[in-house]
């Protein structure tokens, strides 16, 4: 199921915190500074995020940090420098969009990004304009260099495409919790639990996204099933304001790190709470 | 009478010229659907609507929609002499006249087709994305006809660009959505409403304006688009006793291009020309990521964008270019993925117009024809000016849209060059 054993073994003891941020935003080094301090706040998988011109699947939050990022000179290759130059315990994962992927290196298709990506120890991709239907060559690709695919399965999602996606998925599937785009909310919606009903069958850590902000909200989640949370915007917005009020990168960092510890403690409280063992299908 | 007469709305429909992409959206190597998982059950769903209403007119469909082309729309649009282009490049030059549609422009034929359907379907809501405002007008009109919510999506430098047609989509009681992410244009436009699409998807139908997008759309597009061939084809053997040897359309996106192109591909004799905005020049500046053209087709690379694979304006590592062109229709980064396959075929021509040229063929028809087209159409006109001795004998060019909308652009950028055509403007222009 998981062709990576870090993305496999982050979701082995307890409930996964998986945050994302983007790389180079505002610049290199700062973003340095807070991937790093995500790692110390007790994440268990970090989505990295490279950024694409144009992100059809990103709301306002995430889109603006994706231009910072740009405006910063980000490129694929110094992505991976980053990525390479990053000293955290956590595993790394890629979210990038299709064409960057295809673009990359000398010769067709996907194969010379994986190739790169996995020689600077990334050890998954989630592509969020990449359905299933078009997942073929990457897929191999990363089969063959050892890394995870990870899919996201939506509250539209139905049942046929999600029995498709299931074949196709590997280290784990991102759940995303309501309709929209990235951003954080104030209340998780019911599709959530919705979904993760859905998806009790497969035997895939079920990571949910989309609108996560909170303590409380990763341990309601986690509580409801959840093998990991996934946290972007929430995060992202402690780097915008950073930006926003000229704040020291050791003080962006510091929040990073506490809003972290708050999210893993909730999702650790919620996967406690679940003192029923979970009903078998 | 011509033979198409007996035939059947399905079976026109049915034309081998429009199978290409209809199964699995793929065009050789270009096409497909790439897009967020939250969006592929309602491309399912439409995919399904569009073989149903449009393919096997399921419920009557097609014959309301022809039926609506004509009585809202003033189909068919006729396809006129143009004499006196004809005397300067001797050589016998029609004018396929979709500047006499409601509303000005091609645009209706696929605003009207896709409304339709999302009647059809039961969804409650319109959204759309538009450049121009050509087909955000020609949305909110049909939107309007058809008593549909609408909300339109256009980048901040459209607007201003282009303001009466903003005024006309706020008359027809449309909401208009300005985008001010890059460089609000097109393409951050497109961007933006599949970002409420992501979200509204239950009971909302996106009314994509070209043959771009994820598939179903590049061919429910062209399908919708495709009566222009249809009725130009019939109208040339009517008129002339046999096929244009030429067919010129300009190409932003393309939805007039493969509309107009759709049902001569098939004839080989025909030769497609595809006319691109070359802006003030084809050189990209990959520094600044900016490419001051909109010429996808002609100088593009393979790689994917909304949805689709198709040929881009990207730089070497994959992101998107900002195009320019004088016409905001025109600029936009990709192109409908069938005319990158015909033109990787070899079955369409791909060529570029830089700016210049096509303001003074904004002049030409203008002063010669009494056609004031649209800054995006004027390109076709520029070409025939550059390459009418390479034309064979019988000419169709396409007015894709008049261009009433573009007077004020058209008066500023003719202010700011030498067009050896243009009439003395300098009274309208501050200059006096």
């Known amino acids: 199921m998981a062709n990576s054993d870090a993305v496999a073994a982050a979701f082995a003891n307890g409930p996964a915190y998986v945050p994302y941020l983007v790389v180079g935003d505002p610049d290199y080094e700062s973003s340095k500074a807070y991937v790093e301090a995500l790692d110390r706040g007790g994440a268990d998988v970090i989505e990295l995020g490279l950024p694409f011109s144009e992100p059809i699947a990103e709301g306002s939050t995430i889109q603006e940090a994706l231009v910072r990022s740009l405006d910063a000179g980000m490129t694929p290759d110094r992505f991976f420098a980053f990525a390479e130059e990053l000293d955290v315990d956590a595993a790394l994962v890629c979210m990038t969009y299709y064409n960057l992927i295809y673009q990359y290196g000398e010769g067709e298709g996907p194969r010379p990004f994986v190739e790169r990506a996995a020689a600077t120890g990334i050890q998954g991709l989630v592509v969020p304009d990449l359905p299933g239907e078009e997942a073929g060559p990457l897929r191999e690709a990363c089969d063959e260099f050892g890394l995870d695919l990870v899919f996201i399965v939506a509250p539209t999602t139905r049942a046929d495409r999600l029995d498709r996606l299931m074949e196709r998925v590997s280290g784990y599937v991102y759940v995303q919790a309501r309709l929209g785009t990235t951003g954080a909310r104030d209340d998780v919606s019911d599709q959530t639990t919705e979904s993760l009903d859905r998806l009790r069958e497969y035997d895939v850590p079920k990571a949910v996204g989309f609108g996560i902000s909170t303590g409380e909200q990763a341990e309601h989640i986690v509580a409801g099933g959840a093998d990991g949370i996934i946290v972007g915007s929430a995060l992202v917005d402690i780097v915008a304001e950073g930006v926003a009020e000229d704040l020291s990168t050791a003080a962006v960092a510091d929040r990073l790190e506490a809003l972290s510890r708050e999210l893993k403690e909730g999702a650790e409280r919620g996967h406690r709470s679940r003192t029923e063992p979970v009903e078998s299908a | ?432």
């Not at chain 2, 049915?14 to 659907?33: L, S």
């Not at chain 2, 087909?135 to 909300?151: E, I, Q």
């Not at chain 2, 699409?197 to 009971?203: H, K, L, P, R």
């Not at chain 2, 849209?401 to 243009?422: F, M, P, S, Y």
């Open chain 2, 1 to 432: 009478m011509s033979e198409t007469d007996t035939r059947t709305t399905e079976e026109m429909s049915r034309r081998p010229g429009r199978e290409r992409g209809r199964d699995d959206g793929k065009f050789g190597r270009y096409g497909g659907q790439y897009v967020p998982e939250a969006l592929m059950p309602a491309i399912e769903e439409l995919a399904d609507a569009y073989e149903r209403y449009v393919l096997n007119n399921e419920d009557g469909f097609m014959d309301e929609f022809r039926e609506r082309l004509a009585d809202f729309g003033g189909r068919p649009t006729p396809l006129q002499r143009a004499d006196r282009l004809s005397e300067r490049y001797d050589t016998e030059v029609y004018l396929k006249r979709e500047d006499l549609l409601h509303g000005g422009a091609h645009k209706l034929n696929n605003a009207l087709g896709q409304v339709l359907l999302a009647k059809y379907m039961g969804k409650e809501r319109i959204i759309a994305e538009t450049g121009a405002g050509q087909h955000g007008t020609a949305t909110a009109m049909a939107a309007a006809h058809l008593d549909m919510p609408c909300t339109i999506y256009m980048g901040e430098r459209d607007i201003n660009r282009q303001r009466p047609n903003v005024f006309r989509m706020k008359l027809n009681g449309s909401e208009v959505k300005p985008v001010t992410t890059g460089r609000g244009t097109l393409k951050e436009a497109i961007s933006e409403t599949m970002r409420d699409w992501a979200e509204t998807v239950e009971d909302t139908h996106y009314v994509i304006g070209s043959i771009v997008g994820p598939h179903p759309f590049p061919v429910m597009v062209r399908d919708f688009q495709a009566v222009i061939s249809e009725e130009a084809r019939e109208q040339a053997i009517e008129k002339t006793g046999g096929l244009p040897t030429d067919v010129v359309a300009c190409a932003g996106g393309g939805s007039n291009t493969m509309g107009t192109f759709a049902d001569f591909v098939d004839d080989e004799s025909v030769a497609l020309h595809a006319v691109e905005a070359g802006g003030s020049t084809l050189e990209v500046d990959e520094e600044e990521g900016v490419a001051p053209n909109s010429a996808s087709l002609y100088t593009g690379d393979e790689g994917v964008l909304h949805g689709a694979r198709t040929k881009l304006l990207q730089d070497s590592d994959g992101q998107i270019m900002e195009s320019h062109s004088i016409s905001s229709g025109l600029d936009y980064a990709g192109v409908g993925p069938e005319l990158a396959y015909l033109v990787d075929e070899g079955r369409v021509d791909p060529v570029a117009v830089d700016d210049d040229a096509a303001l003074e063929g904004f002049h030409r028809l203008s002063n010669t024809e009494g056609i004031i087209p649209a800054l995006e159409t004027a390109h076709a006109f520029g070409y025939l000016e550059e390459h009418h001795e390479e034309l064979g004998e019988r000419v169709v060019v396409n007015v894709s849209g008049r261009g009433d909308k573009d007077l004020d652009a058209a008066i500023e950028e003719t202010d700011q060059r030498d067009v050896a055509n243009a009439p003395d403007m300098s009274m309208f222009t501050g200059g006096m």
